[in-house]
């Protein structure tokens, strides 16, 4: 099982009680919405399955987690700041309306000017915009995903089409 088999539910924050409850950062928009037994947790680089006995929304981004095995706090301790994972397949289809600029993780950039850029690895929400990083020639290039930059989506193709401003890129490769 690897990361691209999965999606990111969120992350492990603290330890809840003295029974192994756990409290998770969700990350994930309407949690509400998925039905699972099971889910991986990301340790020393490796998904681990766990099944889960309890899982609870009190508040929104906050859930309450159980796992089958992890019965004491010593045990739960362990799991702190771990990466939370659900497999794809049980991730809800989203509607052709529903796209976001979150959902372009992955897909492979094109500029107009210089072809091919790469894989969006990661993609940043700050207060203002959604920052992308893909690595191009051996760095790490970060520009801003919005309706000046963003030319055309091909959702079947995985392809963003995207217009860089001029001398972007040479700040990166400079």
Do not use: W
Request: hydrophobic share 40%.
């Amino acid at each position: 099982m690897t990361t691209e088999d999965c999606f990111r539910l969120g992350t492990v924050t603290k330890t809840r009680g003295l029974k192994g409850e756990l409290q998770v950062y969700i990350d994930f928009e309407e949690p509400e919405k998925l039905k699972f037994k099971s889910l991986f947790l990301e340790i020393g680089g490796k998904l681990v399955p766990y099944f889960v006995t309890l899982f609870k929304l009190p508040m929104k981004n906050v859930a309450y987690l159980q796992l089958e095995d992890v019965d004491t706090i010593e045990k739960a301790s362990l799991l702190i700041k771990k990466d939370v994972f659900l497999l794809n397949k049980i991730k809800p289809k989203k509607k052709k309306n529903e796209f976001g600029l979150k959902d372009l993780l992955h897909f492979i950039a094109v500029d107009e000017n210089e072809g091919e850029l790469g894989e969006i690895i990661d993609i940043q929400e700050y207060p203002q915009q959604f920052i992308a990083t893909v690595p191009y020639k051996n760095r790490e290039v970060l520009f801003p995903l919005n309706q000046n930059i963003i030319k055309n989506i091909d959702v079947a193709k995985g392809v963003v089409l995207v217009d860089l401003p001029e001398g972007l890129l040479d700040i990166y490769l400079d």
